[in-house]
């Protein structure tokens, strides 16, 4: 889902169409049926407002009816996503409900895509050496 925003669907008050009910849950799931993963764009991005914290946004989308949040570029805002998430859950701010639908819609995507017979199995120092290598490479883009 984009940031963009569609006045004639939205209203007058400019708002990303990723952290709009209106257009993800009103309109993509109720009235055209789309029962698949929705996917944000990367909520660093400056359609969405950067005054906010990661927490209220990352929720904003999630209750607008999207199933996985993106952010790209900044590990603090990465981590207060996250720290947001867990909160939420065990406070009951997002319910459990909630994320079973998307997590079932995940699990139904990744069985669609996956091959058949079982997948490698990286051992965890192999991972951590790939997770370490991952995250060179990211910082030398930077």
Request: net charge neutral; proline share 4%.
């Amino acid at each position: 889902m984009g940031h963009a925003y569609y006045p004639a669907l939205q209203g007058k008050t400019p708002h990303p169409a990723t952290l709009s009910r209106a257009l993800v849950r009103e309109l993509l799931r109720e009235r055209l049926g789309y029962r698949g993963v929705i996917l944000t764009d990367d909520l660093e991005m400056g359609a969405v407002d950067q005054k906010r914290g990661a927490g209220e946004v990352v929720l904003e989308a999630l209750e607008a009816g999207n199933d996985l949040v993106m952010y790209c570029k900044t590990w603090d805002r990465i981590e207060e996503a996250h720290a947001t998430l867990v909160r939420a859950l065990r406070t009951g701010a997002l319910s459990q409900a909630r994320v079973e639908e998307s997590l079932t819609r995940i699990l139904t995507l990744k069985e669609k895509l996956s091959p058949p017979g079982s997948l490698p199995v990286f051992e965890s120092a192999v991972f951590d050496e790939i997770c370490r290598s991952l995250g060179r490479l990211t910082q030398a883009l930077a």
